[in-house]
């Protein structure tokens, strides 16, 4: 479904709406629901007017305008009537007054909709999507083919503007337009009134006869009623989902929770009173000896299940949950993704570590994994720290972790909030999942590849010695993202105190390329923590120096790579072995991708085992095909690139790259027709996007014996009965229309 959404100017309720507007967007198309245009608007009749008419001219097919804040909070107004004026079956549509006027005709201040009457009853070709809140309900006019989704604000309502959004779409994407002779029966009933002091009525009507099929119903008739039938069934098993989703499953998980804080609490001092490592060194070590170590009561915690190793707490935030740990996890298995501490199945999951950690809650790198809930549970707290751009004020507040194990109480100083992606075609996979590290300058080049990439500079040191913890959580910048929170352990002696004054917006964080594919930029260059600290580029270190062992990028392959690297330096050991390459090729000559994807060249080498692997990359037309130094080629605009690699001897390979624009979505305009025997219908379909590559259609008929169709989608009656008119695209989406062929006596 393509959207449009224009948002009234009303004060406040449009202040938020570009703010707002990418997670709409993000969280619409991964419902099909593509958001094709927004803009916001004047509260005037006339804006409006041509906001909808430029709907119906668009390249791109609009099947929806959605309104914000199309009424106030007394359900009248000038937006509200005029709607209802434009959607009734005795007034002429905003296109043809265009076409016949060339503007908008205007009278005085009032917009002219009328063809024949002044004043009068009369009914919209509209319904009512329901209650948004506290009464204020949602409505869905047809004009033509075209939905007009009208919503109040949501001051009034009390709910929030994106599940507003969410819900009417799906309410009206299962509706069709009255038919012009149910409009007076079924349609919104109102009265004819000057623009600005419009009102609307509603008439009362039959449930049963406007429901139930009845003896002597049309046959088309009777198909509205049994589609509003199965709608209606398919809401209540809906609503009854959504209620266990938003009502019963919350309920258990915070019963659940409530439950285990109380045993965690039982019996043990405030957590004020314990130490962690971040101990006063001004208290005499006896009362340091008599102090509990830990203020959650880890022997009855573990009773409860062995696998519960630690507590998480963010204070003055939701998150504040146990932790689990499960042995048998690896990278396709996650024990506690579903499950709760109790072991049941459970939407929220659990708090847990990350297999990679394998010390558990002494590893270098404590990675724990929690869910992003929409309703604020779990990990969704985190992002409380910023969505593109950092929140300082939010950070002020929050600087510390508390991560409390039964060796006891500790608080972690936050040093990186960052945002991160998993799929390839986004960018060079940064690998931070990483629990364990080979040597200390190791280590000091993942610390110092997070802060870059953090969107706040954390006032707090960090050195070799120190050990981490990385709190994880899905996040929806961009498809399959990552919202990262990493703090490292407060040091013995060391205060937990953070002077959060000194902390700072970073003004260049290095985000995946997917970022600067869309918002523009340039992503800074980075080099290694060695090469940064001794360019007195870092200021934040504070240990020893002279580290031991190597960096890594913490790349995808680098690891790979590295281990390919020593197998060369094994096998070539004596320079006079090192061999210089005769040619190179690729592993295939031509390569096709879909918009968007990306698929991996690999370099072949004469002989392979060559000395010098150095490629240069070059692309012909980077909009339509890029590459990137590990050979990935990202498809980025329809059309044909060549991708050339280049040897360090000067030897070439190159590779014809196709990018196709695949098909999104298909539109036919009947789903079911009535017609005579032995005359024809012309069905018409198109597809979207308008840069589709291929934009074949084949249509079909179930039953040619009842009534075929060409290939032009012109249907002709052969026998009376009824069957199914097709039409599918190349890639395999597909339309029906259910056709009724009649007698013709």
């Not at 203020?295 to 504040?320: C, G, H, Y």
């Not at 937990?496 to 985000?511: G, I, R």
């Not at 190597?550 to 072995?577: P, V």
């Not at 996007?689 to 002709?716: C, E, F, M, R």
Request: net charge negative; proline share 4%; glycine share 6%.
């Amino acid at each position: 479904m393509n959207i449009k959404i224009c948002s009234i100017e009303n004060g406040k309720d449009s202040k938020n709406f570009k703010q707002g507007l990418p997670q709409l967007m993000t969280e619409l198309n991964r419902r099909n629901m593509h958001v094709m245009y927004a803009e916001q608007l004047a509260a005037a009749p006339e804006e409006l007017l041509k906001a909808i008419m430029s709907s119906n001219s668009a390249e791109d097919r609009i099947d929806a305008v959605i309104l914000l804040n199309a009424y106030n909070s007394s359900h009248n107004g000038n937006i509200q009537n005029l709607l209802c004026q434009l959607c009734s079956n005795s007034y002429t549509p905003a296109k043809k007054l265009a076409e016949e006027y060339g503007e908008i005709p205007t009278a005085g201040n009032d917009i002219v909709l009328k063809e024949e009457r002044a004043s009068g009853e009369d009914f919209a070709n509209a319904i009512s999507l329901g209650d948004m809140g506290s009464g204020y309900e949602a409505y869905c006019f047809f004009l033509g083919d075209l939905r007009i989704i009208a919503l109040p604000p949501s001051s009034v309502t009390g709910t929030e503007e994106l599940k507003m959004v969410r819900e009417a779409l799906e309410s009206a994407a299962l509706r069709a337009p009255l038919p012009r002779s149910a409009v007076n029966d079924m349609g919104l009933r109102y009265d004819i009134q000057p623009i600005n002091t419009a009102s609307k009525k509603k008439k009362k009507r039959g449930f049963i006869k406007s429901v139930i099929p009845m003896k002597g119903d049309r046959p088309a008739e009777i198909i509205r009623k049994l589609i509003l039938i199965a709608a209606s069934l398919t809401f209540i098993v809906t609503a009854g989902f959504l209620i266990n989703y938003l009502v019963i499953q919350p309920a258990i998980n915070d019963n659940m929770n409530n439950e285990i804080r109380q045993i965690a609490s039982k019996g043990m001092p405030s957590r004020s009173a314990t130490t962690s490592s971040s101990s006063n060194k001004d208290k005499d070590k006896n009362d340091k000896d008599d102090r509990p170590k830990s203020s959650r009561n880890f022997d009855e915690l573990q009773k409860v299940n062995k696998e519960l190793v630690a507590w998480v707490q963010i204070p003055d935030t939701m998150i504040d949950y146990p932790v689990m740990l499960h042995k048998g996890d690896d990278i396709d298995n996650q024990y506690y993704l579903y499950k709760d501490m109790y072991k049941n199945y459970s939407g929220y999951g659990s708090i847990f570590i990350d297999w990679r950690s394998t010390g558990g809650v002494n590893a270098k790198n404590i990675i724990l994994h929690g869910h992003h809930m929409q309703d604020g549970r779990m990990f969704q707290n985190l992002m409380g720290y910023g969505k593109y751009v950092g929140d300082l004020d939010f950070y002020k507040k929050h600087p510390l972790i508390y991560f409390d194990t039964p060796n006891g109480d500790c608080d972690w100083k936050i040093i990186a909030y960052y945002k991160t992606n998993t799929l390839d075609a986004h960018g060079d996979y940064f690998d931070y999942l990483t629990g364990e590290f080979n040597s200390d300058a190791e280590f000091m080049n993942y610390v110092y590849l997070i802060r870059e990439r953090s969107l706040i500079d954390c006032p707090v040191d960090v050195n070799e010695d120190d050990q981490l913890i990385s709190l994880s959580t899905c996040s929806y910048e961009f498809d399959e993202f990552r919202t990262v929170l990493v703090a490292r352990k407060c040091r013995p002696g060391e205060s937990s105190d953070v002077d959060v004054k000194k902390a700072q917006l970073n003004s260049d964080p290095l985000w995946p390329d997917v970022y600067y594919n869309n918002y523009g930029g340039q992503k800074p260059k980075i080099t290694s923590f060695s090469k940064a600290n001794k360019a007195g580029e870092i200021d934040w270190y504070d240990g020893q120096g002279n580290l031991k062992g190597k960096e890594r990028n913490f790349t995808l392959h680098d690891a790979a790579d590295a281990a390919a690297a020593q197998d060369d330096d094994d096998s070539s050991s004596n320079t006079e072995q090192k061999i210089k390459e005769k040619g190179i090729s690729f592993n295939m000559d031509k390569m096709s991708l879909e918009n968007g994807l990306s698929s991996r060249l690999t370099v072949i080498w004469n002989p392979d085992n060559v000395a010098d692997k150095t490629i240069k990359w070059t692309t012909s037309n980077v909009g339509v095909a890029d590459i990137d130094g590990d050979g990935v080629v990202y498809a980025m605009g329809p059309g044909e690139a060549t991708i050339t690699a280049e040897s360090k001897y000067g030897y070439k390979a190159s590779c014809k790259v196709t990018v196709i624009q695949p098909v999104s979505s298909l539109y036919l305009n009947y789903t079911g027709y009535d017609f005579y025997e032995k005359t024809s219908v012309q069905l018409s379909a198109s597809v979207t996007p308008s840069n589709a590559t291929n934009k074949t259609l084949t249509w079909s008929s179930d039953n040619p014996a009842i009534a075929t169709v060409d290939q032009n989608g012109l249907v002709y009656g052969v026998a009376v009965g009824q069957t199914v008119i097709r039409v599918r695209t190349n890639n395999g989406l597909e339309m029906a229309c259910n056709v009724n062929v009649m007698p013709v006596n």
